[in-house]
Protein backbone atom coordinates (compact mmCIF):
# COMPACT_ATOMS: atom_id res chain seq x y z
CA UNK A 1 0.00 0.00 0.00
CA UNK A 2 1.10 3.46 -0.94
CA UNK A 3 1.47 5.94 1.79
CA UNK A 4 1.62 9.41 0.70
CA UNK A 5 2.42 12.71 2.39
CA UNK A 6 1.84 16.20 1.08
CA UNK A 7 3.50 19.04 2.12
CA UNK A 8 3.39 22.87 0.96
CA UNK A 9 0.19 24.33 2.18
CA UNK A 10 0.25 27.31 3.95
CA UNK A 11 -1.34 31.48 3.90
CA UNK A 12 -1.19 32.88 1.28
CA UNK A 13 -2.45 36.42 -0.15
CA UNK A 14 -5.65 36.31 -3.13
CA UNK A 15 -3.21 36.81 -6.09
CA UNK A 16 -0.40 34.97 -4.70
CA UNK A 17 1.10 31.37 -5.69
CA UNK A 18 2.00 27.93 -3.96
CA UNK A 19 3.37 24.78 -4.89
CA UNK A 20 2.37 21.80 -3.43
CA UNK A 21 4.07 18.76 -3.45
CA UNK A 22 2.99 14.59 -2.89
CA UNK A 23 5.90 12.53 -2.10
CA UNK A 24 4.59 8.25 -2.12
CA UNK A 25 6.67 6.06 -0.25
CA UNK A 26 5.93 2.61 -2.21
CA UNK A 27 7.13 1.20 -5.36
CA UNK A 28 4.20 1.31 -7.22
CA UNK A 29 3.59 5.07 -8.07
CA UNK A 30 4.94 5.29 -11.06
CA UNK A 31 2.43 2.95 -12.65
CA UNK A 32 -0.61 4.83 -11.94
CA UNK A 33 -2.23 8.22 -12.38
CA UNK A 34 -2.56 10.36 -9.63
CA UNK A 35 -4.74 13.37 -8.82
CA UNK A 36 -5.54 16.02 -6.78
CA UNK A 37 -8.48 17.11 -4.80
CA UNK A 38 -9.59 19.77 -2.09
CA UNK A 39 -12.43 19.72 0.56
CA UNK A 40 -13.60 23.36 1.90
CA UNK A 41 -15.26 23.24 5.90
CA UNK A 42 -18.65 21.91 5.32
CA UNK A 43 -18.47 21.06 1.26
CA UNK A 44 -17.81 17.47 -0.94
CA UNK A 45 -14.39 16.67 -1.31
CA UNK A 46 -13.79 17.81 -5.07
CA UNK A 47 -11.86 17.19 -7.74
CA UNK A 48 -8.62 19.68 -9.15
CA UNK A 49 -6.25 17.67 -11.10
CA UNK A 50 -4.86 14.79 -12.92
CA UNK A 51 -2.09 12.87 -14.26
CA UNK A 52 -1.72 10.08 -16.69
CA UNK A 53 0.87 8.01 -15.28
CA UNK A 54 3.22 9.16 -17.46
CA UNK A 55 2.85 12.77 -17.26
CA UNK A 56 2.23 12.36 -20.55
CA UNK A 57 -1.52 13.86 -20.17
CA UNK A 58 -3.43 16.52 -17.03
CA UNK A 59 -6.95 17.63 -16.98
CA UNK A 60 -7.66 19.92 -14.80
CA UNK A 61 -11.47 21.26 -13.09
CA UNK A 62 -12.84 24.14 -14.62
CA UNK A 63 -12.16 26.21 -11.17
CA UNK A 64 -8.39 26.20 -11.48
CA UNK A 65 -8.41 25.96 -15.35
CA UNK A 66 -5.35 28.00 -16.38
CA UNK A 67 -4.06 29.01 -12.84
CA UNK A 68 -3.45 25.25 -12.06
CA UNK A 69 -0.19 23.04 -13.56
CA UNK A 70 -0.34 19.79 -11.77
CA UNK A 71 3.13 17.49 -13.06
CA UNK A 72 4.52 14.60 -11.76
CA UNK A 73 8.96 12.91 -11.18
CA UNK A 74 8.32 9.52 -11.38
CA UNK A 75 12.39 9.11 -10.74
CA UNK A 76 11.29 11.02 -7.29
CA UNK A 77 8.28 9.17 -6.28
CA UNK A 78 6.85 13.09 -6.59
CA UNK A 79 3.74 14.80 -7.83
CA UNK A 80 2.80 18.92 -7.66
CA UNK A 81 0.17 21.04 -7.61
CA UNK A 82 1.54 24.54 -9.02
CA UNK A 83 -1.38 27.15 -8.00
CA UNK A 84 -1.16 30.44 -9.37
CA UNK A 85 -3.64 33.62 -8.79
CA UNK A 86 -4.65 31.84 -5.87
CA UNK A 87 -8.52 32.86 -4.49
CA UNK A 88 -9.85 33.17 -1.01
CA UNK A 89 -12.21 30.33 -3.07
CA UNK A 90 -9.26 28.10 -3.44
CA UNK A 91 -9.03 27.81 0.52
CA UNK A 92 -9.31 23.95 1.55
CA UNK A 93 -7.27 21.16 2.87
CA UNK A 94 -5.83 19.69 -0.54
CA UNK A 95 -5.28 15.66 -0.91
CA UNK A 96 -3.24 14.05 -3.42
CA UNK A 97 -4.53 10.43 -4.01
CA UNK A 98 -3.28 7.66 -6.65
CA UNK A 99 -5.78 6.57 -9.03
CA UNK A 100 -6.56 2.80 -9.99
CA UNK A 101 -5.55 2.83 -13.27
CA UNK A 102 -2.53 4.60 -15.42
CA UNK A 103 -5.27 6.70 -17.12
CA UNK A 104 -7.08 10.60 -16.08
CA UNK A 105 -9.36 9.97 -13.51
CA UNK A 106 -11.31 12.53 -11.91
CA UNK A 107 -14.11 10.58 -9.17
CA UNK A 108 -12.95 9.94 -5.85
CA UNK A 109 -14.37 6.47 -5.98
CA UNK A 110 -11.61 6.17 -9.29
CA UNK A 111 -8.54 6.25 -6.40
CA UNK A 112 -7.47 3.76 -3.68
CA UNK A 113 -4.58 5.58 -1.38
CA UNK A 114 -4.86 9.21 -0.11
CA UNK A 115 -2.40 11.42 1.60
CA UNK A 116 -3.53 13.26 4.88
CA UNK A 117 -3.98 16.84 3.30
CA UNK A 118 -2.26 20.21 3.55
CA UNK A 119 -4.18 23.45 4.32
CA UNK A 120 -4.54 26.08 1.47
CA UNK A 121 -5.90 29.55 3.05
CA UNK A 122 -5.84 32.34 0.81
CA UNK A 123 -6.72 35.62 2.14
CA UNK A 124 -8.63 38.78 0.32
Known amino acids: QEQLVESGGGLVQAGGSLRLSCTASGRTFSSYAMGWFRQAPGKEREFVAA????????TYADSVKGRATISRDNAKNTVYLQMNVLKPEDTAVYYC?????????????????WGQGTQVTVSS
Open 51 to 58: ISWSGGSQ
Open 97 to 113: ALARGRSLRWDVDDYHA
